[in-house]
Structure formats: structure tokens, C-alpha cells
């Protein structure tokens, strides 16, 4: 092996060995020789100038010595062709040490910069060396460092490498520095076991560079990657805690970190065509952190197995929720069910918030003995009345529904709901609502007592079947007042209120009543505002679910409309009897003239048409004539089979109804109340209204004269049935019993239902309007 090396010792000369003798007239550059022992060194008589080249008999002027050299150019070129020789490499070396098995003294660095190397074949021939710097050439080939096995330090940075470490590792290589080169191929670093630092900086060059792989290194800090085209980064299983210096990679589909230490995702975003991330196995801990990588438009696999993360609840759900458009989560494929459940749980729609809270009351109420709440049981036609007043907080519905309750005594009673947030000032238990404790509340739900529940806050706010059957007992409709989502679940009940949205459109004055009022905090008014909002959002995007909007800046007003409103559902006045009949006329036309035209009402809100509420929804033929006179309120039937009434008709309506109700059905004339059962005249009836089974059963039997069919009971025997049947197959019997028994054109029975008996006087009104007709946009 040749190397040049210096001999400090005695040892003689071995005349094949290539020494040099340092004598007196040896020169000291000798490239046939590649050994030299330093004994009698003398100055070299090529060297042109005396002070120079002055070798002197101790180490340290040595390695000065040698490497002052001059070697005049004109009779000397250094490395031609860029192969490197060994000249070159001679005025190169320094650092003087013992060689690594310690027997002789060598150079260990050598240092060759800027001398357009592209061949560097030669080093191989200087196996002591442990630094090398060749930077600043050509160079594209280290294979020649394959000879070196004592290499610890390379610095081969601005050349044209573009193999990564393609060369067999020296066994103790530690520090390699080969920035700025062309490195686009990353191999398997594996076996540089020993490497401490790898420095690629400036790779920027490699504008070709798509996928770099870096993994099982010590890496602490990502960098150097600046505005490389990497497609596929692969950084896993180092020691990396921060995202960091990828800003620029703006290419990047695909980053494999796991086996890391990081934290926080911060550093992921912006990243628009990354498709992939795998964080397996670091320390992400809060799902606050997703927020970053939330956005990114691309992503479709994330892998956070091994984080703790992993630990909180609904982990997966809330991945999904926050990005649902996920593919793979955990290494798992993510379902569609798994999505929809994410979205169900985190944001639930008002649609699905109620029909959770309908299906668990709907459940726990079956859990308890079955009872008949007679008094609001739907009939097929006459749904119960009742009035809803909807709206955000302090809209001012609980004082609109008391005041119409106050004064209109004989048509409303007040449906109290239960709450567990605690009375204010001049509000009265079971008058504004049942305060109950949490407890309380809770025990009512599971014991099935609730129809709806809705929480705000903190507080819990509920309606409990026994208090809209309290007013129903009484003969009255029922007023009651909620929240959206309340009202979302009533409608998946059987029942059909009215509703009425009763919201302040002047947003400052709201607030301003809001403040005033002293009940809310600040963010609560905010959230109110916001729910404000929603409402006005809701009436826009679903025309028709609510019957009317009144705003209710000022409460008066909104009483006022409110007031007109009803009393031209009951067609009372205080007007006189002639423009009282003049409003009844007008109101009958507009209604014949939607009725005869089909014609939508507008959304006030929004200008935008809705279908009408009326019955000329429902299917059957036998009941067209009835809804398109009554809609959805208090109802009766008539024998009037069209669909369009004339103003004849509606001049004529309130009598016609009344001896249609007497002719058909052989009963006597008797007025309308809303809310009383025909047959509470009845003493089977006057019964508590609280029923259990057996007296569903009595009102099986009974049913058929309820509807006023004398001869379903003979012609369908099978109606009076023994055995328990559920309300809801009452409701099916009869209607299958309407469409099989009676032919379609013979004239309908009118139902009595919601009727009073006879024994009862009639209240104001009830014999001018018997129906609670559609609202129709004013
Ligand atoms: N059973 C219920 N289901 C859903 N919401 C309800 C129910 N009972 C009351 N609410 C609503 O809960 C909200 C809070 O009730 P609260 O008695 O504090 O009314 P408020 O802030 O005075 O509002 P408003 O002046 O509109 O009546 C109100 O919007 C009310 O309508």
C-alpha cells in the first residue's frame, strides 16, 4: 500500500519500502517515494525562497514545512485534468499524528479545495488519513474513500455528487458535510453506523429530487430541504420534536414522521397536495393540534397510532369529524357510518338532535305502563290544537303566550313547561314553569314523562305530557312557547301545532333589550344573537315550518299581531257586527282564493313563496275537502267535497258546518270548543283522562261513534276489539276503515271530535269559526 508518511523514529530505512531519507541533500518532494523519516532534515534546495520550506527538527515546523512548499508552476501543474495527484495531495496534508494502529506518524487531514478534481482515485493510497475536504471541485465519484478505513471527517460539499454515501463506509465515519451538491438519490445510510452528522444543505439544485428518505438516523431538527420538489419525505424514526423547515416543500404528498418525538402539528399547514402523514408513534397529545392539518385539502390517510392522543374519547369520532374527508385513520379504513356518526356526535343537526331527544322520551315512556292521554289523542282528522310560540331567549314569547292565555281565557290555557334553572323574581311554580331540581328532571325522563327536552346552558327545559293534557282536559288549546329544537321534536310527534316564530328583527335593539334585562352574560348574548341568526337562516332555508313570524322588537306590537292574529283564527272581533262580518268575508275570500288557486303564501322574512298550509297536502280524496277548509287546526268536517270553496260557501260556512255537523251525524247542533272530546258528555268518558290500557280498550269500543260511523261496528266487528291495541293502530284502523267501508264519494260523516257536548255552552266565537284555519302570510 503506498502512503506517504513521515518516520520519526530510529528504524532504518527499508530500501523497497519507498522511504525518504530526510538528509541533508534530499529533496523533499519525492513522488516515488511515499514514506519519510524525518532524521537530519535539511531545507530542500528546490525551494526558491530561504525562508521557506525551512524544515526544522521538530513536528510542529514539519508539518509548516511541508505544506509551505512552493513548487513553481511554470515547471509544475498541479492535478491536470483535474486527477488528482499526489503532489496535490502532499501540499494537502497536515495534522502530523500517530496512525491509527500507532506505530507510525502520518498526516491525518488532508485538505484539497478548489482544484477542479473530478478524479480523486489517488487518496485510496492514503489509508491514514481520518479528514478529508475536497470540497469545491468536481468531484461526482467517492468510491475511492472506500480505501480510507480510518476516515472520520468528509467534507466533500460543492461538488457533483448526486449518490448519497455511495461509497463502503469507513468503519468510524462520523461527520459527512455534503452540501451543495446534486444529491437526488438518498441510499440506504444503514450501514454509516457510526455517522453523527450528515449536512445536506443547499440540495436546492436537485430540482429533480421527488422522494427523500432519511429515516433511522439521529436527526434532531429538520433542514436543508428548502424548495426541493420532494414528493415523498420520509424522516421516521429519528429524534425530530418539531415540524419545521418543510414550509417550502410544496410539493409534498406524502410525510412519514413516525417513530419521532413530535408534539404539535403546527408547521403541517399550507400543505395543499398532502395526501398523506404518518405520525405513528410520537407524543401528539391534543386534539387541538388537528386544527393544523384540518385544512389541508388533500389529505386522505393520517396515522396517529401510538399517541397519546389516542386516549380521549371519541378519539376517532373527532378525527373525523374535524377532517371527514379522511380515507384511512390509524391504518384503518374509515366507513361512512363512522363519518356520519362523527358529525352526529360533534355537530349534531337540529334534525338529528331532535330526533334523538323524541326517540329517547318516545323509549322511555314505553318503558312505563301505557297510558291513554285522551284528552290530546289525535283523531284522524282533528289533530289537537295547540299554538306554539318559537323563538330565541328573551324574545319575549313567554310574556306574548301569558298575555294571550289572559285574554283569551276560553280558547287557551297555558302549557307549563318544567325547567331546573331557578325562578326569577314574580315568577310562580307551576304558573311560568315546574322549577325542579336536575334530579327531578332526570328521574321525570326516565319514568317517560317528557314528550321534549332541551338543554341550554346549563339548564334543562322540558314539556311533560301531563301539561299540555292538563289544558287539554280543560276543553282549551294549548299555548306553549320553545325553542327550536323543541319544536323539531314536537313535529315528530302526533301532535300539530301552529307555530309561530317570534323573533326581534333589529338586531342592536336586541341586544339592547338583552342587556337591559340583566339576565345574560355577555356571551350569552352573543350565542343569542347567534341563534337569532339561525332562526331567521332556518325560516329562509325551510319555507312553511313556521306558520308565521311576528317580530317582536316591540312587545306590544308583536301582542298586537299576535292578538289580530288569533282572534281571526277564532273569528271573534270587538268590531262591529257589520265589519266583523266584512273581515269574516275577506278572510274567506283570501282563503277561497288560495284554496281555488293553489296559491302559495309569502315568507316574510324572505320574500320567498311557501306552500300554503293546508290540508290539499294530504292524499286522501275524503279529506281534501276537509284540510282545504281547515288545515292543520281545530277541525271539523264538512260535507262539502270540494276542494275550493266559492264566497257563497264561505258566507254560508259557519251554518253549513253546523247543520252539516247536526244532519250527518244525527247529533245535535252543538258548538265547537277547541281541545273537548265529543264524548266527554259521555260517562265512559268522564273518566280521568290519565287512562291506562283498559280504558284503551273502552275507547276501542267506543271509537267507531267517535267518528261518527254508525255502521263500521257492524260492518267491522272486528273494531271492537278485546285485546290492547296501541293508540297509533287506532289511528291506522280508522283510516283503513275510511278508505275500505265507505265509498270515497258518499258524503263524509262529520267527525265530532273536539267537540263539546251539548251540555256545554259554547264560547265567544266558537260558532262563527269552528277551525283554527291556516295562517296566511299577512
Ligand atoms: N320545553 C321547552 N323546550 C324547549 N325550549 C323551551 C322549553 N320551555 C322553554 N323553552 C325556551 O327556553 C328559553 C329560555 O327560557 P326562559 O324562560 O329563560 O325564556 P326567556 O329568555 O325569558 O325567553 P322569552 O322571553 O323568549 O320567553 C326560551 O327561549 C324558552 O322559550
Redesign the pocket.
Known amino acids: 500500500m503506498a502512503a506517504l508518511e513521515l518516520r520519526t523514529s530510529n528504524e532504518s530505512p527499508q530500501p523497497n519500502d519507498h522511504y525518504i531519507h530526510l538528509d541533508e541533500d534530499l529533496d523533499l518532494y519525492a513522488p516515488e517515494t511515499d514514506i519519510l523519516t524525518l532524521e537530519n532534515l535539511v531545507p530542500s534546495p528546490y525551494v526558491p525562497d530561504e525562508d521557506d520550506a525551512t524544515l526544522q527538527n521538530s513536528d510542529s515546523n514539519i508539518s509548516k514545512a511541508i505544506s509551505d512548499v512552493h513548487i513553481p508552476i511554470s515547471t509544475l501543474k498541479l492535478s491536470p485534468g483535474g486527477i488528482l495527484d499526489e503532489e496535490t495531495v502532499a501540499r494537502g496534508l497536515s495534522n502530523l499524528g500517530l496512525s491509527a494502529d500507532g506505530i507510525y506518524q502520518v498526516y491525518l487531514d488532508v485538505t484539497i479545495p478548489g482544484f477542479s478534481l473530478v478524479d480523486i482515485g489517488v487518496l485510496g493510497e492514503f489509508a491514514h488519513l481520518q479528514r478529508v475536504e475536497i470540497s469545491h471541485n468536481n468531484i461526482s465519484d467517492l468510491s475511492p474513500l472506500s480505501k480510507l478505513p480510518y476516515l472520520l471527517y468528509l467534507n466533500a460539499s460543492h461538488n457533483n455528487i448526486s449518490q448519497l454515501l455511495n461509497f463502503a463506509p469507513p468503519f468510524n465515519l462520523l461527520e459527512v458535510d455534503l452540501s451543495y451538491n446534486q444529491i437526488n438519490n438518498m441510499s440506504d445510510l444503514s450501514a454509516h453506523h457510526a455517522l453523527r452528522k450528515l449536512v445536506l444543505d443547499r440540495l436546492e439544485n436537485c430540482q429533480c429530487l421527488k422522494s427523500l428518505s432519511l429515516a433511522h438516523n439521529h436527526l434532531e431538527a429538520i433542514q436543508g430541504l428548502d424548495n426541493l420538489p420532494l414528493q415523498y419525505l420520509n424522516l421516521c424514526h429519528n429524534m425530530i420534536k418539531r415540524i419545521e423547515n418543510i414550509g417550502s416543500l410544496n410539493n409534498l404528498r406524502n410525510l412519514n414522521l413516525s417513530g419521532n418525538k413530535v408534539r404539535s402539528l403546527q408547521g403541517l399547514e399550507g400543505h395543499n397536495v398532502l395526501e398523506s402523514i404518518d405520525l405513528e408513534d410520537n407524543e401528539v397529545i391534543d386534539i387541538v393540534e388537528i386544527q393544523h392539518i384540518q385544512q389541508l385539502g388533500m389529505l386522505r390517510e393520517l396515522n396517529l397510532l401510538r399517541n397519546p392522543i389516542q386516549e380521549l374519547p371519541y378519539y376517532r369520532l373527532a378525527i373525523l369529524f374535524h377532517i371527514p374527508r379522511l380515507c384511512l385513520l390509524d391504518r384503518h379504513k374509515v366507513e361512512v357510518e363512522e363519518k356520519v356518526s362523527a358529525k352526529n356526535t360533534f355537530d349534531a343537526s337540529l334534525e338529528v338532535i331532535a330526533a334523538r331527544d323524541h326517540i329517547m322520551h318516545v323509549v322511555y315512556s314505553f318503558l312505563q305502563p301505557q297510558r291513554i292521554w285522551d284528552s290530546t289523542l289525535p283523531s284522524v282528522e282533528t289533530p289537537y290544537p295547540m299554538l306554539v310560540?318559537?323563538?330565541?331567549?328573551?324574545?319575549?314569547?313567554?310574556?306574548?303566550?301569558m298575555k294571550l292565555v289572559e285574554e283569551f281565557a276560553d280558547y287557551f290555557g297555558y302549557g307549563v313547561?318544567?325547567?331546573t334553572?331557578l325562578p326569577?323574581p314574580h315568577e310562580e311554580n307551576g304558573k311560568?314553569?315546574y322549577f325542579v331540581s336536575l334530579e327531578r328532571f332526570e328521574i321525570d325522563v326516565k319514568m317517560g314523562q317528557f314528550i321534549?327536552?332541551?338543554k341550554?346552558d346549563d339548564?334543562w327545559?322540558?314539556?311533560q305530557m301531563e301539561s299540555i293534557e292538563c289544558v287539554a282536559r280543560e276543553g282549551l288549546a294549548c299555548v306553549?312557547?320553545?325553542?327550536l329544537?323543541?319544536?323539531l321534536?314536537l313535529k315528530n310527534t302526533y301532535f300539530e301545532p301552529r307555530y309561530v316564530l317570534?323573533i326581534p328583527l333589529e338586531k342592536e335593539a336586541y341586544e339592547r333589550r338583552l342587556q337591559q334585562?340583566g339576565?345574560?352574560t355577555e356571551s350569552q348574548i352573543e350565542h343569542i344573537l347567534r341563534r337569532a341568526d339561525l332562526y331567521c337562516k332556518y325560516n329562509q332555508d325551510h319555507p312553511g315550518f313556521f306558520d308565521m313570524m311576528i317580530s317582536s322588537e316591540d312587545i306590544a306590537e308583536a301582542y298586537h299581531k299576535l292578538r289580530r292574529l288569533v282572534m281571526d283564527y277564532l273569528g271573534i272581533s270587538s268590531l262591529s257586527p257589520v265589519a266583523q262580518a266584512n273581515n269574516m268575508n275577506e278572510a274567506g275570500k283570501s282563503e277561497t282564493q288560495h284554496a281555488a288557486s293553489g296559491e302559495t303564501s309569502t315568507n316574510q322574512t324572505t320574500g320567498q313563496s311557501r306552500p300554503k298550509l293546508s290540508g290539499t297536502e294530504h292524499t286522501s280524496p275524503t279529506r281534501c275537502h276537509v284540510s282545504s277548509a281547515v288545515g292543520k287546526g281545530i277541525v271539523v268536517s264538512t260535507n262539502d267535497t270540494r276542494t275550493a270553496r266559492s264566497q257563497q260557501d264561505l258566507d254560508n260556512d259557519s251554518d253549513a258546518l253546523i247543520n252539516n255537523n247536526a244532519n250527518s251525524s244525527n247529533m245535535p247542533h252543538v258548538p265547537i270548543i277547541p281541545g273537548q272530546h265529543a264524548l266527554t258528555t259521555s260517562s265512559t268518558s268522564q273518566s280521568s283522562s290519565l287512562s291506562d290500557l283498559d280504558s284503551a280498550t273502552e275507547f276501542q269500543h267506543l271509537s267507531p261513534r267517535i267518528n261518527s260511523r254508525p255502521q263500521a261496528p257492524d260492518s267491522n266487528p272486528n273494531l271492537v276489539l278485546s285485546k290492547r291495541i296501541s293508540p297509533l293502530d287506532l289511528v291506522l284502523d280508522s283510516e283503513l276503515g275510511s278508505l275500505t267501508q265507505r265509498n270515497i264519494h258518499e258524503p263524509r260523516p262529520p267527525s265530532t271530535s273536539r267537540m263539546i257536548g251539548s251540555g256545554q255552552g259554547s264560547r265567544p266565537g266558537s260558532n262563527r269559526h269552528k277551525i283554527l284555519p291556516p295562517i296566511v302570510a299577512q
Open positions: 310560540l318559537v323563538g330565541p331567549q328573551g324574545s319575549g314569547k313567554k310574556e306574548l303566550s313547561s318544567h325547567t334553572r326569577r311560568d314553569y321534549q327536552t332541551h341550554i339548564t327545559y322540558g314539556l306553549i312557547h320553545m325553542e329544537e323543541g319544536v321534536t317570534i334585562c339576565l345574560y
